[in-house]
């Protein structure tokens, strides 16, 4: 009776439903070389199984430590220098008074994320070549220029500050939204009663960002693993590869280069797994963080 009443709702959702059914959850199946010797001449369904064998293969593999400890440290990192930065541009752009100035610098900070991640990359070679402007500056102080692209050490710092500076302008208007939901009431009267601009940013503009800090943090911590491969692709050279190959780079080398689909399935089945993990954890940390509230 309820259906039959409300069907028009249903019609309006049964497009997103259909779609989510064939593009998310059908390819599940294809999940399934995993656990065969795929062969593209017979098939999923007429491929041999072999159980765990390709799991096995690649957490026994000389170069698995490497790769799993460089796809913790890069997102890790990433999270912990990437989560708060937004948090603070967003309290600092609801400080700007005049809205012409707001509206400027919001502009400023957002055009970098209509920047291609190809194109980024392209600037980051460009601004830090040996014979780059960055070099240029640096000559000053040393006598060689530095080959930051070359040196291990300095992939996670470029890395993770290219992507500060593209993303952290964008990530903010979700926190620039929240924040445009306090009562200004709630300032005048803080103020009234003489409290600072930290005690009121304290006080009343970060419990209201709260709840949506929370979803954020557990989303962005479930997909630590899930670091996708673009920027890390362009970026890696041969001679950064101790740091910049992650378990997304080497799937793609392994899958789609060297054509072995089973192992890469598995590998990137065992990276979704600890995900899913990782989700659940962090959830539950945050819930009793959080008085109860989390993702679900």
């Known amino acids: 009776m309820y259906i039959k009443k409300n069907y028009i709702l249903y019609l309006l959702i049964a497009p997103a439903v259909i779609l989510t059914i064939i593009f998310k959850y059908i390819p599940i199946y294809g999940a399934t070389i995993a656990f065969k010797d795929f062969s593209p001449i017979r098939g999923i369904t007429g491929s041999e199984w072999v159980g765990f064998k390709h799991f096995t293969s690649f957490l026994t593999s000389p170069n ?19 989560f708060p930065i937004p948090i603070i541009l967003a309290l600092m752009l609801n400080q700007l008074r005049k809205s012409s100035v707001k509206k400027n610098v919001q502009l400023a900070l957002y055009a970098p994320h209509f920047i291609s991640v190809v194109v980024v990359s392209g600037m980051v070679f460009l601004f830090l070549s040996p014979v780059g402007p960055i070099n240029a500056v640096l000559s000053t102080f040393f006598d060689k220029p530095i080959s930051f692209m070359s040196d291990p050490d300095y992939f996670r710092t470029i890395y993770i500050w290219s992507g500060v500076w593209q993303g952290a302008g964008w990530a903010s208007i979700v926190y620039v939204a929240a924040l445009a939901n306090v009562d200004p009431q ?4 803080a103020t009234l009663d003489g409290a600072s601009l930290l005690q009121r940013i304290w006080h009343i503009d970060l419990p209201t960002l709260k709840p949506v800090m929370a979803v954020l943090f557990i989303l962005a911590a479930g997909g630590i693993m899930g670091i996708g491969f673009e920027k890390a692709y362009l970026m890696q050279t041969p001679m950064n590869s101790p740091s910049s190959e992650i378990i997304a780079t080497y799937v793609y080398k392994r899958g789609l280069l060297a054509g072995d689909y089973s192992f890469a399935t598995a590998v990137g089945l065992f990276n979704a797994v600890v995900n899913v993990i990782l989700l659940g954890v962090v959830n539950q940390v945050v819930k009793k963080l959080n008085e109860g509230e989390g993702l679900v």
Do not use: R
């Open 64 to 82: 698995f430590i490497e790769i799993l400890m460089n796809t913790i440290k890069l997102s890790s990192f990433e999270l912990l220098i990437g």
């Open 186 to 189: 709630l300032h005048e009267a």
